[in-house]
């Protein structure tokens, strides 16, 4: 979907802000670069959309080699979320959102309506907040519009920056999941740019790390990343907790469940799916007060996890770890 061949960007005072960077983005893939300040990220994500044009190199999305395209027309498919929100003050929510679809040449019924529909997607009650101005809503909410108002021409591409650093952990982790949650429904092409590693592994279906100097140090799943660091820099980046931060990225494993037997499904309460990782199921254990968790795959049960069952699991990774390293 995109791909970037050889793209190197050289300012005007000489700095080299990307180097020689190789990257291809599937479609519907949500993909993270990360890595310290200064490293190239909001670069590389502002040649995709052509603010800076790169120095050298080739940028293709849909196998289109974009140098040539109109910006302006080139950015009525790329959706650009940023830290800094940039809403208009002094409009409505709901005119903030149908900004972008009446600039498409939408109108503006259909700008209303699909407006509407995206403030829903995206977690605020259009009763509620559509008449509000943006000073009227939290950090978050104000984060939530920014994200509504990018998606509402349907861009097949978004590219985000930072979009949720200024916004507490808590207040991140939610907009985290939901917006994971938006991006799967709508099945729209991320370049996600972080600097959070957690954040990274969490999201991204591949993660970029870059190192300073515009180097691409590695570019894979987030548990390669984390299970083999292509080198000192990523390993030391990604961190010694890396343990703990395997439970986002470990799949439950049915052999680290107990057999159901002995237990009526009536007594199971909650279910998780087959497919969330031993950390999400970590959560939900913690809260039970029984200190176990029912497991289904496609509504049907194959068994519980306990205390035990995280601990083997565990165990198992660590130990897959210290083979590959
Ligand atoms: N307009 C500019 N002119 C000169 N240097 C710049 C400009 N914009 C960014 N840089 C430099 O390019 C490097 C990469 O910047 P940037 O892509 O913003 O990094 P990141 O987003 O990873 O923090 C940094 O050293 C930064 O100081
Ligand atoms: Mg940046």
Redesign the pocket.
Known sequence: MIRLSGVGKT???G?V?VRELDLDVRRGELVCLV?P????????LKMINRLIEPTSGRIEIDGQDITGEDPVRLRRNIGYVIQEVGLFPHQKILANVMTVPLLHGESKATARERALELLELVGLDPARYADRYPHQLSGGQQQRVGVARALAARPPVLLMDEPFGAVDPLVRLRLQDEFLRLQAELGVTVVF?THDIDEAVRLGDRVAV?AAG?RLAQYDTPARLLGRPADDFVADFVGSTTGLRRLQVIPLDPAHLEPLDGVSVGDLGAAIDIDTTLGEALTVLLRDDRGMVAVKRDAQFVGVLTPNGVHRALRAALAEMATVS
Not at 37 to 44: F, I, L, M, N, Y
Request: aromatic share 12%.
């Open positions: 300012y005007d005072d700095t802000a890595g300040s200064g490293c190239g990220k909001s670069t590389t740019v870059f515009g």
